[in-house]
């Protein structure tokens, strides 16, 4: 099955969830789900045999670091990792030179970093498959897990609602295209002066008018709770926003995912978070660690979407 579907993404970038239509990213939510069948069941699935994903990381991670690089090396492929302290882009090299070096030598790139051009830059430049593993505007990868979570424990995904609560961050924006690219209900509840980017509004917008999704801005979280489906939060400040913190901390006091808020939602919703959580602050203890919160099936899921990804497009 994942050789059949691979004819159809083999060479393609991941760069955002918006290039791929809602048959597509359920073909790759598939993959995700066959693949942890097979790990589970033992079976091997050496797909990237002698393959090697170099993975450049200008930002720290935990859980996009060991998904890539236990997912390629379960596919049987190598994943050789270079931090900005061991390249030359963290000295000034052109990222056009980089692609095209490292495309002469790997065959894909992943990069988590800052600047969303970079990685534009790098698939615009290389020669081979770029995974978008994270920038200050999108963060594909992880909503492919999302997404692979959440049919596992709802069944489907047309029709769902999603409150996001918090930042209008990057995992807002691919929750925005993803969600409403499969006909989800996405309502994002940020305060003044911290929504998601217009020009991912619109996208949003466009795409659930095709797919019988929705998207709504609030301000009151308690307004995007009512009946959701999942519950979904993420810290208030994300890598490189360390210095407004203490600001950020005040403007956020009111978006608690709490069990007060939980009472707002569907009565079998589920708890989102795609981590690192800071608890106390944007999630409590009890919520995070009760029956609601699927939040480690979803930090799981990321090696199964991640191995999707490379086996597909690689």
């Not at 993975?55 to 049987?76: D, P």
């Not at 002469?104 to 995974?131: E, K, N």
Request: net charge negative; aromatic share 6%.
């Amino acid at each position: 099955m994942i050789q059949e579907v691979k004819e159809r993404f083999h060479g393609k970038h991941f760069i955002t969830l918006q290039d791929y239509s809602p048959e597509e990213i359920s073909l790759m939510a598939d993959t995700a789900q066959e693949l942890k069948r097979q790990l589970r069941a033992g079976i091997p699935h050496p797909i990237l045999q002698g393959k090697t994903l170099g993975l450049i990381f200008t930002k720290s991670s935990t859980r996009t670091r060991v998904s890539f690089e236990v997912g390629i090396y379960q596919l049987g492929g190598h994943g050789l990792f270079l931090s900005d302290r061991d390249i030359q882009i963290g000295r000034g090299e052109a990222i056009q030179d980089t692609a095209r070096v490292l495309s002469r030598m790997v065959d894909g790139i992943m990069i988590r970093t800052f600047r969303h051009q970079d990685v534009l830059d790098l698939a615009r430049f290389g020669s081979v498959p770029v995974i978008n593993g994270l920038t200050d505007s999108l963060h594909p990868t992880q909503v492919l897990a999302d997404l692979v979570t959440i049919r596992e424990h709802k069944g489907s995904w047309q029709g769902l609602k999603l409150a996001y609560i918090g930042d209008g961050n990057n995992v807002a924006h691919s929750l925005l295209i993803g969600g409403t690219k499969v006909g989800m209900h996405i309502v994002i509840a940020s305060p003044q002066g911290y929504p998601p980017a217009q020009e991912v509004v619109a996208l949003a917008q466009a795409n659930a008018n095709v797919s019988g999704g929705s998207v709504h801005l609030v301000t009151d979280p308690f307004d995007a709770a009512a009946g959701a489906d999942i519950i979904y939060t993420d810290v208030w400040a994300s890598m490189g926003q360390e210095t407004e913190a203490n600001t950020r901390q005040k403007a956020f006091a009111g978006y608690q995912v709490n069990a007060e808020l939980l009472q707002h939602a569907q009565a079998e919703a589920v708890v989102m978070h795609c981590l690192p959580a800071h608890r106390g602050e944007e999630i409590t203890e009890d919520v995070l660690e009760g029956p609601h919160s699927i939040v480690f099936d979803q930090a799981e899921n990321r090696l199964h979407a991640h191995k999707a990804i490379m086996a597909l497009l690689i």
